[in-house]
Structure formats: structure tokens, C-alpha cells
């Protein structure tokens, strides 16, 4: 009765008429280049664009020499697209020392942050007592801290990115238990001439007995239209993946350090509480989207006017699937929020509250991605920074901007130009972690890429989606480095801690979104175990 009722519901939510993403064209790009190491095996792969800088994270990063002895190992990097202009695949890294020669060649070895350990980190600072507790165990255990999915900008030059802290033990006795996140820590970033900079705001903002809210992905948008609305203030919108699917959180900006401030949807009375979700919620009424996920993006498209979502699933076939909002199908009866997008007008970039308005379009297969010598790929991500001069919304630049300025660079020319790429968001640059070589603790890993070409946009059975811009004497948002707390700074080269944070997540004993953990590190099967439920789902679609 149970998986009747399930398969019920899925059909009235989606039998209205949808138009489907249709696209032109992908072209493989091939792999990250990195010509200031000898070489390096990294994954993750997320960005921003900052002060005219496109910023690349990545996990797990380790540099060896010509013959695969490690250099260095640290669990993340930060580097520079060089000039995405003429070469969207090539990198700047930062913090570069040399380390030796090679014997067979005499030529130099470089490796980023050489003088780092697996225990004292890379990028992102640890705190002190991280420091000290990865020193005790030497290597054996572990805490990393992986920036997991890409930084949301709340200004033109400062972003913010919620990272899972991760506690790793190489050598587990269950090997389910070698990965195990504790938690989420909140990251401010800027981009300076002398490279990326992270900083710490405290220590773990959301526990891992919580969900990983903002670990898949971060959205900044008007306040609620439910009450008076302060166009000086800021939501954030934060969603994480759960075996069950996508749960979400909305908070101010101004308490985004505190869980106890942030608020919880609730799909069964489709309004935000007090009340969290179960970590492991199963049922698909109390889950915000249902499904299987991993890695993605969710952003706003100008092209499409409205969100799109870019993303992996947890089953080992390295596709990239794709979801817009869709604008004809609103969720529940409200005036504000009708057929057609906000009054019926479409939605703008600051329009994230159209999230919880209007439903998702069923999933579409966008690109099957080759897999690398080591098997399925995984961290599949988009970049909508590339291909577009509206990436960042009207209301993050500067309030003297006038309205026809507020406008990014275009990046990319050299694989399309802004005359031959029809409108913005036309192109999307695509990324994954490709395995070059497969194996518990041994994998070689690369960071693969593809641009994808919409066609043109089909006709909608009640019409397409109407654009809607903010206006030009928006307020824009002011964030003060006080509004985010307490800060540990870092630059791409060196950490420097300004402020001992007040506690640590080694005694947690939480979970957060180990299915996702597990599924990039130890092989889909594991991540597969817990969302085998959800293949009725997807196979009603």
C-alpha cells in the first residue's frame, strides 16, 4: 500500500506537460592542466568568480614526481584559472616549492605546500586542536576538510562555502567507517593578487548529528515575501544530500553562524519550521526533493530564466543530470507566486524563494561523462561563471554600479566567443574527477572537462518563461567580516591562524552524508546500499 500511495503521488506532482532541456552540443575539453608541479592527483573541482579571479577548490590533493612517489599530500588546494580567456584548462597554484631533482632526468620537482603533512592540512586552516590531534595520530587518522561543492558569492569579491570536516582512519576494522563527516564548517573566501584567500568563521557550525546543510550547494537570495520585506538583508538557501535526497534550510545572513537561528522545510505543510529533519529520513513526504544525488550545482540561468540543477546521482554510470525549476508548476496556491514566476512577471537571480514556490522539472540525462582507466567518475559540477556575463545578480556589485554595468567579464573566448555564443548561459562548462587509477588509498585522480551547448529554447505548453530583472536601485548587499564570526585566515600559500577557535568536532559521533563520502572514495557500491529504495522513483519518470 505504502509504495502504491508513493507511485500515486509522483504521478499527479508530474504528469502536467514539461518541456524538456534539449541539447546541441558537448565537447571534451580534456584535463586540467598544471604546469607549475610535476604532477598532481587531486578531485573535487568546484569554483567562483572573485575580483576577477576564477577560483578552483579541490579535495584530497597530492603532488608526485615523475616515477609516482609522493612530494606533498594535503586534503585541499586552491589555484587560479591562468587566463580563461584563451585556455579555460589551465591552472596557477600557489604556495609551489621546489623539492629535488629527478635522478633519471635532472629536472626539478615542484609540488604545492610541500611543507604540509597529511596532519597539518593545506588551503582551508585548521584550528589548533585539529592540528594537534592529527600530529598525534600521524597519518593514520585524520581530519580533512574537503570544500565539497562550489562557493557562493555574496559580493563580487567575497564568497562563502559550507565544507564537510571529515574524520578519516586509513585502516578501519569496518570499512563503512573509514570516512565519517562531523560535522560543517563555514568558509569565507576572497581572491587577491597574491592568490585565493580562505577563512575560518568558528569552528563547526552545524554538527554531524545534523544534516550537511549548504554541502551541496548555497543559494543567496530576497528575504521571504511572507513578511515585509528588508531589501537590505539577505537569505541564504542550503541544500544537502540525505540517503532519501535533497533537504533544505533557510537562514539570514547576519546569523549564518548559528544552527540554533536556521529554519527547516517542511514539504508536508510546504512552510519553513523550527523542527529539523531526521538525518536519516527516508520518507519521501518529508523529504524537500526525493532522489538520488552526490555532487552539483544549482544556480540561475539567464538563458533559461530560471534555476537549473546540474548534478551526479549515486549510481555508477557517470551522467550528469539535469532539473530546471519549472515556472508553470507552482506548489500550493499563492497569490505572489502564480503560473509564470513572481506576479506572474518570471523570476530574477535574487528570486531563490521560488524554490520552495514551484517545483522541479523531472530528471534528464545531460551528459555521460567518459570514465577514466580507474573506473566510474564521480564530483560532477557545473560552472556557470564561464560562457556568461550574468553570473553574479544585479544586486551583489556595488551600489554606485550604474544598471548597464552590472555585468562580469565574459570567460572562455578561446573555446567560444561571446559573438558566436548566441546569449548568456547558452554554454556550460562542465567538470568531473576522473580516476586514472583505481584502488583503496592508491588512486590516481584528474580533473576532466566538457562544454555543453543548449539548443534553442523549445516552446513551453503554456508559454516560455518570462525574465525578470532586478531592479537597478536594489540595495546592494553589504556583508562586514563581523557578521560571519570569528575568523582562521589563509592564503593559498600559507595558513596563518588569527583566533583559536572554541571547540572541535572530534568527540562527534554524527554521520552527516556519508553515502556521498563513501561514493567518492570507496566506490559507488558502498553509497549505492541506502538509496536503492528510491529506483521506483526514478522509474516513474
Known amino acids: 500500500m505504502y509504495t502504491l500511495l508513493f507511485v500515486c503521488v509522483v504521478l499527479v506532482i508530474y504528469t502536467e506537460a514539461w518541456t524538456p532541456i534539449l541539447v546541441k552540443k558537448v565537447i571534451q575539453l580534456g584535463p586540467q592542466i598544471t604546469p607549475d608541479v610535476t604532477h598532481v592527483s587531486r578531485d573535487g573541482g568546484y569554483s567562483v568568480l572573485l575580483n576577477g579571479h576564477i577560483v578552483w577548490l579541490y579535495d ?25 580567456n584563451k585556455n579555460v584548462s589551465i591552472l596557477q597554484d600557489f604556495g609551489v616549492e621546489a623539492v629535488g631533482r ?8 615542484y609540488a604545492i605546500l610541500a611543507d604540509r603533512t597529511v596532519g597539518t592540512g593545506g588551503w582551508i586552516p585548521f584550528s589548533d586542536d585539529e592540528l594537534d590531534f592529527n600530529k598525534q595520530r600521524k597519518g593514520k587518522e585524520r581530519v580533512a576538510i574537503w570544500p565539497g561543492t562550489s562557493p557562493t558569492p555574496y559580493s563580487t569579491t567575497q564568497a562563502f562555502l ?9 585502516k578501519p576494522q569496518n570499512p563503512s567507517k573509514e570516512y565519517q563527516a562531523r560535522g560543517m564548517t563555514l568558509i569565507s573566501i576572497s581572491a587577491s593578487s597574491n592568490g585565493p584567500v580562505a577563512s575560518r568563521q568558528g569552528d563547526l557550525i552545524i554538527p554531524g548529528t545534523e544534516v550537511a546543510y549548504g554541502g551541496f550547494s548555497s543559494l543567496l537570495g530576497y528575504t521571504s515575501t511572507a513578511n515585509p520585506q528588508d531589501l537590505n538583508k539577505r537569505d541564504v538557501y542550503l541544500l ?14 547576519e546569523v549564518l553562524t548559528d544552527f540554533s537561528k536556521y529554519r527547516f522545510w517542511d514539504p508536508v505543510q510546504l512552510r519553513f519550521t ?10 519521501y513526504k518529508k523529504i524537500y526533493l526525493p532522489g538520488s544525488f ?16 546540474v548534478y551526479f546521482n549515486k549510481f555508477v554510470d557517470s551522467t550528469f543530470r539535469i532539473r530546471f525549476l519549472d515556472l508553470n508548476n507552482p506548489v500550493g496556491q499563492d497569490s505572489i507566486w502564480p503560473k509564470q514566476g513572481k506576479h506572474g512577471q518570471g523570476i530574477a537571480p535574487e528570486d531563490v524563494e521560488a524554490l520552495v514556490k514551484y517545483a522541479w522539472s523531472p530528471e534528464q540525462e545531460l551528459y555521460k561523462s567518459p570514465p577514466g582507466k580507474g573506473g566510474f567518475n564521480y564530483a560532477g559540477i557545473a560552472h556557470p561563471e564561464y560562457f556568461n556575463r550574468r553570473y553574479f545578480a544585479p544586486t551583489l556589485f556595488p551600489k554606485s554600479t550604474s544598471a548597464g554595468r552590472r555585468r562580469n567579464q565574459w570567460y572562455g573566448s578561446g573555446t567560444v566567443s561571446e559573438k558566436d555564443a548566441g546569449r548568456d548561459g547558452q554554454h556550460l562548462l562542465l567538470s568531473w574527477t576522473s580516476q586514472l587509477r583505481g584502488g583503496f588509498n592508491s588512486g590516481i585522480y584528474q580533473v576532466q572537462l566538457a562544454k555543453v551547448e543548449f539548443d534553442a529554447i523549445p516552446d513551453h505548453p503554456d508559454g516560455m518563461f518570462p525574465s525578470a530583472a532586478a531592479s537597478s536601485s536594489m540595495p546592494t548587499l553589504s556583508l562586514a567580516s563581523s557578521a560571519l564570526g570569528p575568523t582562521v585566515t589563509a592564503t593559498a600559500a600559507r595558513s596563518v591562524s588569527s583566533v583559536k577557535p572554541s571547540s572541535t568536532a572530534l568527540t562527534s559521533t554524527g554521520n552527516a552524508d556519508r553515502t556521498a563520502l563513501l561514493f567518492e572514495r570507496c566506490g559507488a557500491w558502498f553509497g549505492l546500499l541506502p538509496v536503492l529504495w528510491i529506483w521506483g522513483y526514478t522509474a516513474v519518470w
Open 294 to 309: 552526490s555532487y552539483g550545482s544549482i544556480f540561475y540561468s539567464p538563458y533559461f530564466n530560471t534555476f537549473i540543477m
Open 162 to 170: 559550507f565544507a564537510p570536516l571529515v574524520y578519516v582512519d586509513s
Open 274 to 283: 523550527d523542527t529539523p529533519p531526521r538525518l536519516d529520513e527516508k520518507d
Open 240 to 253: 544537502a544530500t540525505t540517503d532519501g535526497g535533497l533537504q533544505l534550510a533557510r537562514a539570514r545572513v
Open 60 to 84: 584530497d590533493t597530492e603532488c608526485l614526481d615523475l616515477g609516482g612517489k609522493q612530494l606533498s599530500f594535503v586534503s585541499n588546494t586552491a589555484a587560479y584559472a591562468t587566463d580563461p
Open 102 to 109: 629527478e635522478k633519471a632526468t635532472g629536472m626539478t620537482d
